[in-house]
């Protein structure tokens, strides 16, 4: 049974330039959530997506964005980039309605803005 | 607006402690909390889930309680081990799709 599953593991970007992060559900789930942690910090929530829209969101500038697929896998962009949004971006993986909406965490994404 | 504290944010025990983690939120209306640990520069892997009408989970030597009431929740491990030094993270959500983190607890086992 394949677990959540996040690419790249690391990435280094210059600042003002554009990211896309990608992350796979675990089997079986259909709702995808997105979460920044700073180093020394919990995770803080971006969004949820949910049958290919955008479900939730936390409190996050519009250029990050997202998008799921027909697949439920997901995509995470940030625009813009600043030294600020370097973080490890973390996917979790749910079922969307009916259940008891555990989380389950892919291995994140390192980001490095220079 | 929820709140999520855990105290305390380091711990250093030797092997065969038994020990308690402290989990408080400030908004007692939630849907469930979940326990998760994180090994340095890695993901989460949940521990633990406890939906709001329950009071505590089981999990081998893991065991978490909620007191909704009093906004509280802890997490038990029993005889410690060196390899469960990590960093203990709760998270609530509550009537919205969001989970809520607390800034977790770093924990070190001495063995």
């Known amino acids: 049974d394949a677990g959540v599953t996040q690419s790249p593991t690391h990435l280094i970007k210059t600042r003002g330039q554009q990211v896309t992060l990608r992350c796979s559900p675990k089997?079986?789930?259909?709702?995808v959530s997105w979460y920044q942690q700073a180093l020394g910090q919990g995770p803080q929530f971006i969004f949820q997506?949910?049958?290919?829209?955008?479900?939730q969101r936390g409190n996050f500038p519009d250029r990050f964005s997202g998008h799921q697929f027909p697949n439920y896998s997901s995509e995470l962009n940030v625009n813009a980039l600043l030294l600020g949004d370097s973080a490890l971006y973390l996917c979790?993986?749910?079922?969307?309605?009916?259940?008891?909406?555990?989380?389950?965490f892919g291995p994140g994404t390192r980001l490095t803005v220079t | 607006k929820q709140e999520v504290t855990q105290i305390p944010a380091a711990l250093s025990v030797p092997e065969g402690e038994n020990l308690v983690l402290n989990c408080s939120f400030t908004?007692?209306?939630?849907?469930?909390l979940q326990w998760f640990r994180q090994d340095p520069g890695k993901g989460l892997t949940s521990l633990l889930l406890i939906q709001s009408s329950q009071r505590e989970q089981t999990s081998g030597r893991l065991n978490a309680s909620l007191d909704k009431s009093s906004g509280r929740s802890t997490l038990y491990i029993a005889a410690s081990q060196p390899g469960d030094s990590a960093t203990y993270l709760c998270?609530?959500?509550?009537?919205?799709?969001?989970?809520?983190f607390g800034t977790g607890t770093r924990l070190k086992v001495l063995a």
């Open positions: 998270a609530v959500r509550g009537g919205t799709y969001k989970y809520i």
């Open positions: 979790a993986s749910s079922l969307g309605q009916g259940s008891l909406d555990e989380q389950y």
């Open positions: 908004d007692s209306a939630i849907y469930n």
């Open positions: 997506y949910y049958e290919e829209e955008e479900r």
């Open positions: 089997s079986g789930h259909d709702t």
